[in-house]
């Protein structure tokens, strides 16, 4: 099976990390026969501090029961003197009916390190029973220096929002148009129309710190991010605390034949790739009808040829005649712009050069693993036929219209 010219990524490439700064796995541990199934447990808690927009903590209930802490750094302190030198507030958690149990402590040394003999033992603060739906204040914390925070315990079920509801979105191309939103606890995701005459081979959504690229096929018979007039099978999934910060936004859509909307600086990027794909293809599908043309008896060698000049194939246009090729393909960028955009561009000639190699690397040891590669003439007719799937993915990268 041959690979996808720009694998679909399902899930973000960017995804900012809400609670870098924590020590240990925002995930609950379970407690060995107090596991339930994921199915059983339909609740989750955040903690959202004094001036705060965003929740400070999301937490999902996996298991029955479980703990996380929040070290200092994200809590503020009244009183110094109070507050003393602890390093971090722990939430133990159960499952109690429709409710959350919540345990709070004052950590005083490295929850981390929990066996050693020095460790000091936390300090408990309060237990709060919070119904789903309602929010609980840590008052308790106020004599221990600490701003309380309060404690939401919110459905985990997935909410479908109809056309206009949810978080704000910005969509700067006319080609893509949201078909369908949701959320859960922890994530949004979305999925997108294409209502243009044309196959979409890349776009960016964002929002915040959160950033997914999706890219798809260039040619006509390999899939698309989306093709003309669909909806896209893979959703794109985004934190929900960038989204409701900071909304989301389709950045930019690039179609099959080079042309982009949207944002100007990452579309251009994309489209120098595809342009730079493109053009170096030609070379690629040449060497290919050239290893096709030898005997059956030789072709082992001549596909291991192959596969070798590849490696060292040379770039289908020097830098002087790359940027001048791009100038006319971007009229608006100057000189400086250009510069930086060719090295995109002649990432498309190495991408180009990864199709096919990809191919022939993978076949060929799924041939040796099996041990039938070999000078016999079922090698050669697998080959052969592997050689052709390859030229003719090459010929409808050609053909698409520049």
Not at 181 to 206: G, P
Not at 287 to 298: A, H, K, Q, S
Request: proline share 3%; hydrophobic share 40%; net charge neutral.
């Amino acid at each position: 099976m041959l690979p996808r010219l720009f694998p679909r990524l399902r899930r973000p490439v960017l995804l900012s990390v809400l609670f870098a700064s924590i020590a240990i796995p925002l995930t609950f541990f379970g407690s060995g026969s107090a596991q339930i199934s994921r199915a059983q447990v339909e609740l989750g808690l955040e903690v959202l501090s004094r001036g705060e927009t965003t929740p400070t903590r999301r937490l999902e209930l996996m298991y029955r029961s479980g703990w996380t802490c929040i070290p200092r750094q994200r809590l503020t302190i009244n009183d110094r003197t109070a507050a003393g030198e602890f390093i971090a507030v722990a939430l133990r958690t159960e499952i109690d009916g429709n409710a959350i149990r919540v345990t709070l402590s004052i950590v005083n040394d490295d929850y981390t390190n929990r066996e050693s003999l020095t460790y000091k033992p936390e300090r408990e603060v309060g237990s709060y029973l919070i119904r789903e739906g309602e929010t609980r204040r840590a008052a308790e914390l106020d004599q221990f220096g600490i701003e309380p925070f309060e404690m939401k315990v919110i459905s985990l079920k997935s909410v479908v929002f109809k056309r206009g509801e949810g978080p704000q979105i910005t969509n700067n191309t006319t080609a893509l148009e949201l078909a369908r939103l949701e959320k859960d606890f922890l994530t949004y995701r979305l999925w997108l129309k294409n209502a243009s005459a044309m196959n979409v081979v890349a776009y960016t959504i964002s929002a915040g710190r959160s950033s997914v690229s999706v890219e798809g096929g260039l040619s006509r018979d390999t899939p698309a991010a989306i093709s003309a007039g669909m909806t896209a099978s893979d959703e794109v999934s985004l934190d929900a605390s960038d989204v409701e910060s900071s909304g989301i936004t389709i950045q930019f859509a690039v179609f099959e034949d080079g042309s982009f909307e949207g944002d100007s600086k990452l579309g251009a990027r994309f489209s120098a790739k595809i342009q730079g794909v493109r053009i170096q293809s030609p070379y690629v599908l040449h060497r290919i009808e050239e290893t096709l043309m030898v005997d059956d008896g030789e072709l082992r060698a001549a596909f291991d040829k192959l596969e070798a000049e590849l490696w060292q194939i040379p770039e289908a246009m020097d830098k002087s005649s790359a940027i001048e090729f791009l100038r006319t393909k971007f009229l608006s960028l100057d000189e400086k712009s250009l510069s930086a955009l060719y090295e995109d561009f002649k990432g498309g000639f190495y991408e180009a050069r990864n199709i096919a190699l990809s191919s022939l690397g993978s076949n060929r040891q799924h041939l040796k693993d099996r041990a039938q590669y070999d000078n016999s003439l079922a090698t050669a007719k697998t080959l052969r036929s592997i050689l052709e799937s390859l030229k003719h993915t090459f010929e409808t990268i050609n053909s698409v219209r520049r």
